[in-house]
């Protein structure tokens, strides 16, 4: 058994013009593709190939000689959440129950925002912005770096941003502050964030 891309809940060009179509070919096709291709390489003849994607992830990590499987792991699935994280129709605020409980725990969708926005930005170079339910039943924001994820931390993932370069560099070159107003302005799925939040 092997790991297979999964397929874009959309088109290349769906999320233009904030984030073009070079951009999704190159992040989705090449970078995500390479996270799966190595993934499949690293794990072959290995305990970890009938394993699914969580429990490998959940099995190497912190392990020094699992540094490579663990890595290409984490990324297929922080990608495919990332994809499922946008939407052609995103941005803005969420509604319902989501939108409550950022209240409660954020004091406000404008705190949360500043939050969000300020964990990508100061991320010293690659990794992920996330919104993350924690352990304690209260909504957080985080940012990891590189292939890091809440998985490993006890923590649901609801939303998270790329902060890699690669997931910008070609729309908006050295300007990771204004990707991240996009993403909240026009990108971020929120039924995406509601779903894992009941789940
Ligand atoms: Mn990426």
Redesign the pocket.
């Known amino acids: 058994m092997s790991f297979t891309l999964p397929p874009l809940p959309y088109k290349e060009d769906a999320l233009e013009p904030h984030i073009s179509a070079r951009t999704l070919s190159f ?1 989705y096709g090449k ?2 593709q390479a996270y799966v291709t190595n993934l499949n390489n690293l794990i072959q003849g290995t305990e970890f190939e009938k394993k699914s994607l969580e429990d490998i992830i959940r099995e190497t990590a912190n392990k020094s000689d699992k540094v490579g499987i663990f890595n290409n792991g984490a ?1 297929v699935w ?2 495919t959440f ?1 994809w499922h994280s946008l939407s052609p129709h995103g941005g803005g605020e969420p509604k319902g129950a989501l939108a409550e409980k950022i209240k409660k725990d954020f004091g406000s969708f404008e705190e949360f925002a500043t939050l969000f926005k300020q964990a990508g930005v100061g991320q010293f170079g690659s990794g992920w912005a996330w919104l993350v339910l924690d352990k304690d039943g209260t909504l957080k924001v985080t940012k990891t770096p590189n292939a890091d994820l809440p998985l490993v931390h006890g923590q649901k993932a609801l939303l998270t941003c ?1 902060v ?1 370069e ?2 910008y560099y070609l729309d908006y070159q050295n300007r990771r502050p204004d990707y991240m107003d996009i993403f909240l302005k026009n990108l971020a799925n929120w039924d995406f964030a509601q779903k894992n939040l009941e789940a």
């Open positions: 992040h970078h995500h990324q922080n990608h990332y790329d890699w690669h997931a």
